[in-house]
């Protein structure tokens, strides 16, 4: 009996940056193309000039809709009409490029929903040229929240390889941080990086919680978050069966987690959890968009435009996201 396998749909990311030239060498790798059905969704003349700045020439037969996608026995491409070239200058922020990488994207949330893709792997994105090509969400997590009419919790996490990280609040000012560290948003994090994980292929997630506060809060006298919402919120996530431990202080827990003591750790605000896992691995850094109805993976780096054009770009990181989403895709087929 043939071994089932997910289909991929891969974009191409924004025109003006490193996305093209990632997913031309990463469909190089032929042990990370063989473990999925993968459809490149973009404009040919991005996808031609993404193997021009590569140096990698990649044959890819043409489909005219994700519903031919599934079961192809190589990568195809599904060609689109989004942007010319004369429209794209290497590392401009661009709203035409932002409007090509939205129509994209609702492209391939599209024939998620109908069926015939299993997951999305996005090369990086800008969000300011979203924004200025018309995105009017704070991201794009709450873009596809939006598309995909979600009523559920949703939650940005990062992973840096089996450790993975999810947060209370994610693209707001930091002033805001405090107000966002709330029982009900400690229990949703978890739950949700306890799922993730799952889907994931770990059966038994150990999952740590930060601290707020310095020294989470050294008794009350650096702060009361941890007495007073931290703690009891833990509490009732073991409760619901969730393996949660904390609140640790933020500026240790990373060091736990490094030597194996959890697979998760929940983090009170953005930057809280990435600058540990940038520096702990930045070019290996993924983004998951958790709680969609579907499996959507990105790198965690940016678009990278101080050498966008140039081939230098490492293609580490959109490897691990198209792994994640394979096993996530795959996850997804067996529900």
């Known amino acids: 009996m043939p071994q089932v396998q997910p289909c991929i749909a891969l974009t191409l ?14 469909l190089g790798d032929h042990d990370a193309t063989g473990q999925a059905s993968i459809v490149v969704v973009g404009d040919r003349w991005l996808w031609e000039e993404g193997q021009r700045v590569a ?10 809709s994700l519903a031919e996608a599934r079961g192809q026995t190589g990568p195809v491409l599904l060609p689109t009409s989004t942007i010319k070239p004369k429209d794209v200058e290497y590392a401009q922020v661009s709203g035409l490029c932002g409007t090509s990488v ?32 018309g995105l009017k969400h704070e991201d794009e ?48 994090a978890t739950r949700l990086i306890h ?6 292929g770990i059966e038994q997630p150990r999952i740590g919680v930060a601290a707020l506060n310095p020294h989470a809060g050294e008794g009350g006298t650096c702060g009361r978050e941890e007495i007073d919402i931290i703690a009891p919120a833990i509490d009732t996530c073991r ?5 949660a431990q904390g609140p640790f202080p933020a500026d240790t827990i990373f060091r736990r987690a490094r030597d194996g ?13 990435q600058i540990a896992l940038k520096l702990m691995g930045f070019e290996r850094g993924v983004t998951v968009q958790g709680g969609l109805p579907i499996p959507i993976t990105t790198p965690a780096h940016g678009t990278a435009f101080d050498i966008a054009g140039q081939g230098k770009a490492n293609v580490e990181a959109i490897r691990h996201a198209f792994d994640i989403a394979c096993r996530m895709g795959l996850n997804f087929i067996s529900r």
């Open 239 to 243: 409760d619901e069966g969730f393996a």
């Open 55 to 64: 140096g990698i020439r990649h044959e890819l037969p043409e489909i005219a």
């Open 141 to 188: 997590l709450h873009f596809f929240v939006d598309h995909l009419k979600v009523k559920t919790p949703v939650c940005e996490f990062n992973t840096l390889g089996n450790l993975w990280t999810s947060r209370i609040s994610s693209h707001i000012p930091l002033a805001e941080a405090a107000s966002h560290v709330t029982p009900e948003r400690i229990l949703s």
């Open 102 to 133: 939205l129509k994209v994207l609702a492209q391939c949330m599209d024939g998620a929903s109908d069926g015939h893709v299993d997951a999305i792997c996005f090369a990086p994105l800008n969000k300011l040229s979203m924004k200025q090509g």
């Open 261 to 273: 003591e959890f697979d998760g750790i929940v983090t009170m605000y953005h930057d809280q959890g």
């Open 195 to 200: 799922d993730a994980l799952v889907a994931a």
């Open 13 to 26: 990311g924004d025109p003006a940056g490193i996305g093209p030239e990632l997913v031309a060498r990463l």
